[in-house]
């Protein structure tokens, strides 16, 4: 069974500060998912990588992928109050045809002024 | 515009009723998916179809039943046999082919809570 996992689940963070969240994954898959969830709303699609190596970068967020260690990581530059929402990765654990994503559990990111 | 609606937004279920939320997209995707989300949680997969007239079980399957019989649509009931469905549910669509990594589309969402 896929499992992935992310941390930390909750983080608080200042603004102008960088800071990192991981995503490690339990099976092979090169398609890895960033989506952004605002509170009481849906999701919204952030990055999709999709090899080793792959780096995404919208503004002050950034994620890459290393297939090898199974390891995603969402970076964020100078952190803004904007930014605050939760941030989930998804992993695509079909070999082929239509996608099917399994979520990580969200980190729940809060910027402090 | 292209998009998945999700309605209702809001739904209240009592004790032993089955109810239905409705998901119907415009954007020729041919995968559809529900996801169940609760409070503080990830999304665990319901139910997904990737062709009209066909859907396999996701990993929380039990107390709730699909169908797809238009390429648009793919509408979740809740039966009573759910006995926990006070939840945030989500249904996404996708392209599909994996290849390309479309990722999903999401709606926005029906919050169903049992009174």
């Given amino acids: ?113 | 515009d292209g998009g998945i609606t999700q309605s209702p937004k809001y739904l209240f279920r009592k004790e032993g009723q089955n109810v239905t939320l409705s998901c119907e997209q415009n954007l020729n995707h041919d995968a559809m998916y529900w996801y169940r989300q609760d409070p503080g949680q990830g999304l665990r997969l319901i139910y997904y179809s990737q062709i009209v007239n066909d859907f396999q079980k996701g990993d929380i399957a039990e107390g709730y039943s699909v169908s797809r019989e238009k390429k648009e649509s793919f509408p979740l009931t809740v039966t009573s046999a759910q006995k926990n469905p006070t939840a945030f549910y989500l249904c996404a669509s996708s392209k599909g082919d994996g290849e390309l990594g479309y990722g999903y589309t999401f709606g926005s969402g029906t919050r169903l809570t049992v009174v």
């Avoid at chain 1, 963070?13 to 995503?23: D, F, L, R």
């Avoid at chain 1, 890895?32 to 967020?61: C, H, I, M, T």
């Fill in chain 1, 1 to 113: 069974e896929l499992k992935v996992e992310q941390n930390p689940l909750f983080l608080s963070m200042q603004e102008g500060k960088n800071y990192t969240i991981y995503c490690n994954y339990s099976t092979t898959s090169d398609r890895l998912y960033w989506y952004r969830q605002d509170p009481g709303k849906s999701l919204e699609s952030l990055f999709v990588l999709l090899s080793n190596g792959a780096v995404k970068q919208e503004g002050r967020l950034m994620a890459s992928l290393d297939t090898k260690a199974r390891l995603s990581t969402l970076h964020i530059t100078a952190a803004v109050h904007d930014l605050s929402a939760t941030y989930f990765c998804a992993v695509d654990k079909a070999n082929f045809g239509n996608e099917k994503l399994t979520f990580g559990t969200g980190t729940r990111l809060t910027i402090i002024p």
